[in-house]
């Protein structure tokens, strides 16, 4: 049954941006019952004089609930959590009972913003917005960047904050990594961030992120598509 509590939430999202994709994963999985707006960012849409008014320097994602307006990935995800998320799932995807979870998430969480995020966006972006291939020095600062989340995750068990099930810094991170599984990116060779989405593909998580991996796979389906155009 959808989380009637969220009727007031609306988000703002662009569906080929990895920290939007990240909210909706979580929208999904606490079943808020949100209103979806779509950004296109490719035609230019979040640099309107309508969508300023809501996101002032034209960054998605955002949200707007109950008067309250956010921006930033990680707040927004933190927030739907407490507000919408029951004791349970406030307990297994921010670890409100256990401050060393708790604390793990946050570094997680910083981690990616800090150090994985822009090195994905930046390989990523020649190929949403032009079509065409990242630069070597792009490409070299991914592969560092999967080095450093291997490392992180090789030094925890099962997942990036040390707990038996996903919590948000695994959503967050998720997003960014299924976004190259999609685009046939070799991850093989990082074996403990292999086996940790191969875990996260079969845990509780495994219908919102399913769901979350549709838009992508048409993106990518219309991708070759157009590569492989010929009009002769
Ligand atoms: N740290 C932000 C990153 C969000 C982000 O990079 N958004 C990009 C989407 S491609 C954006 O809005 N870019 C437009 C701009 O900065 O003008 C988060 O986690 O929400």
Same mark, same amino acid.
């Given at each position: 049954? %959808?989380?009637?509590?969220?009727?007031?939430?609306?988000?703002?999202?662009? /569906?080929l941006?990895?920290?939007?994709?990240?909210?909706?994963?979580?929208i999904?999985?606490?079943?808020?019952? %949100?209103?979806?707006?779509?950004?296109?960012?490719?035609? $230019?849409?979040?640099?309107?004089?309508?969508?300023?008014?809501?996101?002032?320097l034209?960054?998605?994602? &955002?949200?707007?609930?109950?008067? !309250?307006?956010?921006? /930033?990935?990680?707040?927004?995800?933190?927030?739907? &959590?407490?507000?919408?998320?029951?004791?349970?799932?406030?307990?297994k995807l921010?670890?409100?009972?256990?401050?060393?979870?708790?604390?793990?998430?946050?570094?997680?969480? *910083?981690?990616?913003?800090?150090?994985? *995020?822009? #090195?994905?966006?930046?390989?990523?972006?020649?190929?949403?917005?032009?079509?065409?291939? #990242?630069?070597?020095?792009?490409?070299l600062?991914?592969?560092?960047?999967?080095?450093?989340?291997?490392?992180?995750?090789?030094? *925890?068990?099962? *997942?990036? +904050?040390?707990?038996?099930? #996903?919590? &948000?810094?695994?959503i +967050?991170?998720?997003?960014?990594?299924?976004?190259l599984?999609? !685009?046939?990116?070799?991850?093989?060779?990082?074996?403990?961030?292999?086996?940790w989405?191969?875990?996260?593909?079969k845990?509780?998580?495994?219908? #919102?992120? $399913?769901?979350?991996?549709?838009?992508?796979?048409?993106?990518? /389906?219309?991708?070759? +598509?157009k590569s492989?155009?010929?009009?002769?």
């Open positions: 049954m %959808a989380n009637n509590k969220g009727n007031s939430l609306i988000f703002y999202m662009f /569906e941006n990895t920290s939007c994709r990240a909210v909706y994963i979580l999904e999985e606490l079943n808020i019952e %949100a209103t979806i707006q779509k950004i296109d960012m490719r035609k $230019g849409e979040h640099l309107t004089d309508d969508f300023k008014q809501i996101s002032p034209g960054q998605l994602p &955002v949200m707007i609930d109950n008067g !309250l307006k956010l921006s /930033e990935s990680s707040a927004i995800l933190c927030y739907l &959590v407490e507000q919408y998320g029951n004791e349970e799932q406030q307990n921010m670890g409100i009972n256990d401050i060393k979870i708790r604390a793990k998430i946050q570094m997680a969480l *910083y981690f990616n913003v800090s150090r994985f *995020y822009k #090195p994905v966006a930046d390989w990523l972006r020649p190929q949403i917005f032009r079509g065409s291939r #990242p630069t070597e020095g792009e490409c600062k991914l592969k560092e960047a999967l080095r450093q989340l291997n490392s992180l995750i090789k030094s *925890y068990s099962k *997942y990036v +904050a040390g707990s038996d099930e #996903p919590t &948000v810094a695994d +967050a991170l998720f997003s960014s990594v299924s976004f599984q999609v !685009l046939n990116y070799n991850l093989l060779q990082y074996n403990s961030l292999w086996n989405l191969k875990r996260l593909k845990s509780s998580l495994e219908l #919102p992120i $399913g769901k979350s991996l549709i838009s992508l796979q048409e993106w990518q /389906e219309e991708l070759n +598509a492989n155009e010929n009009d002769c």
